[in-house]
C-alpha cells in the first residue's frame, strides 16, 4: 500500500505562488503514477495535474496550464505541485493520490492524502 501526506498550504494573495509536496511512503511507490486533485466547497473534486515517475510524462487540466508545474523527486519519493499566477479560483482543497495506471480519472486512484487547504484572496 501507498501512504501519502500532503504539506505546504497556506495563505495567499492573488499573483502569489505556493508549493505543494507529497510525501509518499509504502514498497510499491515506485510503480504508482502520482496526481494532484482539487475540491473547492460545493463543487465535485477535479483533476488538476498528474506526472508518470517511470517515463516522466506530465498532464495539466486546462485551468491551470502555463501556471503550475507537477515535479517529482523520486529520492525522496516527493511530488511537488508549483502554483504560480494564483487566482482566487484556484481556492480549495488539494490532494495528491496514487493510481496504477496513467489516468486524469477521479475513480482510477487507489491511495488519496488528507488533503492542504490552499486560499487565494482577491
Known amino acids: 500500500q501507498v501512504q501519502l501526506v500532503e504539506s505546504g498550504g497556506g495563505l495567499v494573495q492573488a499573483g502569489g505562488s505556493l508549493r505543494l509536496s507529497c510525501a509518499a511512503s509504502?514498497?510499491?511507490?515506485?510503480?504508482?503514477?502520482m496526481g494532484w486533485f482539487r475540491q473547492a466547497p460545493g463543487k465535485e473534486r477535479e483533476f488538476v495535474a498528474a506526472?508518470?515517475?517511470?517515463?516522466?510524462?506530465?498532464y495539466y487540466a486546462d485551468s491551470v496550464k502555463g501556471r503550475f508545474t507537477i515535479s517529482g523527486d523520486n529520492a525522496n519519493n516527493t511530488v511537488y505541485l508549483q502554483m504560480n499566477s494564483l487566482n482566487p479560483e484556484d481556492t480549495a482543497v488539494y490532494y495528491c493520490?496514487?493510481?496504477?495506471?496513467?489516468?486524469?480519472?477521479?475513480?482510477?486512484?487507489?491511495?488519496w492524502g488528507q488533503g492542504t487547504q490552499v486560499t487565494v484572496s482577491s
Open positions: 506526472i508518470s515517475w517511470s517515463g516522466g510524462s506530465t
Open positions: 493520490a496514487a493510481s496504477r495506471v496513467w489516468s486524469r480519472r477521479y475513480g482510477e486512484y487507489d491511495y
Open positions: 509504502g514498497r510499491t511507490f515506485s510503480s504508482y503514477h
